[in-house]
Structure formats: C-alpha cells, structure tokens
C-alpha cells in the first residue's frame, strides 16, 4: 500500500485515507473513485433517459387512442342521430334505409314502416317521397327470389303480387329477370326430388301444379333422371 505526504502536516498516511488521521485534513478522492462514480453517474443518466423515453411512448399512444375513440364515437354519433327518428321525415329516412338494403312494393313499404311504429299517414308519406321506382324495385325482387328458389313464370308473378306489387309491376320484374324456365323447372324438380321420391308423371303433374308448362315440366324431369 502507498504512501503520500498529507498536504496539510506533511504526516504520511495511507493513499487511500480520506482525511488525514494527525490533522484531520480532508483529501481529494483518489481518480480510480472518480471514475467509478462518473461511471455511475452516466449509467444513471442513461435509464433515467430510458425511463422518460417510455413515458412519452405511452402518453402518445394513450393521446392517439383518445382521439381515434373520440372520432370513432363522433363518427357514430352523427350516423345515429344525424337523421330524424319520428314523423313524416322519419319516415321518410326510414324508408330510403329499407330500401338500401331491399326490395319492397309500395304497400309492403307502408305495411314495414306502420309495423315500426310509424301512423299511417307518416307510413304513406314516407313511401311516396322515398323516390322509388316499384317497377325496378319488383324486379330487383324477383331476382332475390331466384337466388334462393325455383319459379316458374306465372308462380313467380304470383309471389311478387303476394308482396304486394301491382299486376304490371310484377309482371315487368318476372318479364326482365332474365331467367331460364326450363332451369328453373329442372332446379325445381331437383329440389323435389331431394326431398320425396317421384315417378316421371307424378313429378310432371308437379311442376305443372307449380306453374310450369309441360314442356318445362318434361325438361325439368328428363334433366334429373326420369
């Protein structure tokens, strides 16, 4: 171990004292000390730094998150409650959304919207001013029928007028669907057919019941086997 000379006695004393035992003089600290702590000081530094860094990540994504919710819940609001919800253009508003979605005849509309709690004069009102075409709407229809079933012409025409589309609009929409008849008795005895057992006749007499012609009838048979 080395010595020094105290600067303040001159006594030797141990280069690693603190302070001098025979004045009581206090030494500088040693450079290796200075560099242990000027280590630790920059090591402290650096995650206080980290820390501070990971504060504001979270801030900013706590912030962002805020106004998207914020937008998200604006965005829903005005959808919402941006349109009236009672009277003439309630119904009205009301109408225009059924319609955006399907197909209605101008009496199935009033019956739709009387159903949700609109009178009949706001009903009316809303079907009148919604600006629908009921010919386009019947056949807008009868292409919705035959993405899930089978019909013939007159059975379709039928339904349409079921839903409460006029004679002529129904007929427009069956007239323009642009169906295959004979296709259409064919995948309409197939369907029959999964579900009972036919002869060849009694199978005819069945679509012609559903408003085939014979003709359509026998194709539709003869296209399932019998």
């Known amino acids: 171990m080395?010595?020094?000379?105290?600067?303040?006695?001159g006594r030797d004393i141990s280069e690693t004292a603190g302070s001098?035992?025979?004045?009581?003089?206090v030494l500088k600290k040693s450079k290796k000390d200075n560099g242990i702590n000027t280590k630790?000081?920059?090591?402290?530094?650096?995650?206080v730094l980290i820390v501070l860094a990971i504060i504001c990540v979270i801030w900013y994504q706590s912030d962002h998150n805020k106004k998207d919710n914020s937008s998200y819940s604006n965005s829903y609001y005005d959808s919402?409650?941006?349109?009236?919800?009672?009277?003439?253009?309630?119904?009205?508003?009301?109408?225009?959304?059924?319609?955006?979605?399907?197909?209605?005849?101008?009496?199935?509309l009033i019956d739709q919207l009387?159903?949700?709690?609109?009178?009949?004069?706001?009903?009316?009102?809303?079907?009148?001013?919604c600006g629908a075409n009921w010919k386009e709407q019947a056949l807008k229809k009868a292409k919705s029928y035959l993405n899930s079933s089978a019909f013939s012409y007159a059975g379709l025409?039928?339904?349409?007028?079921?839903?409460?589309?006029?004679?002529?609009?129904?007929?427009?929409?069956?007239?323009?669907c642009g169906a295959n008849w004979k296709e259409?008795?064919?995948?309409?005895?197939?369907?029959?057919?999964?579900?009972?057992?036919?002869?060849r006749s009694k199978l005819i007499d069945q679509l012609e019941y559903n408003g085939f012609?014979?003709?359509?009838?026998?194709?539709g048979v003869e296209q399932n086997g019998l």
């Open 157 to 176: 025409i039928d339904q349409l007028e079921y839903n409460g589309f006029t004679e002529e609009e129904a007929k427009y929409g069956v007239d323009n």
């Open 114 to 129: 009387e159903y949700n709690g609109f009178s009949e004069s706001e009903a009316k009102y809303g079907a009148d001013n």
């Open 40 to 47: 630790n000081n920059t090591v402290i530094i650096i995650g």
């Open 184 to 199: 259409q008795a064919a995948k309409k005895a197939k369907s029959y057919l999964k579900s009972s057992s036919f002869t």
């Open 213 to 219: 012609t014979y003709e359509q009838a026998v194709y």
């Open 2 to 9: 080395a010595l020094i000379k105290c600067p303040e006695c």
């Open 20 to 25: 001098c035992p025979s004045c009581g003089y």
């Open 80 to 108: 919402y409650y941006d349109y009236p919800k009672t009277g003439n253009e309630g119904a009205l508003a009301k109408a225009k959304s059924y319609l955006n979605s399907s197909a209605f005849s101008y009496t199935g």
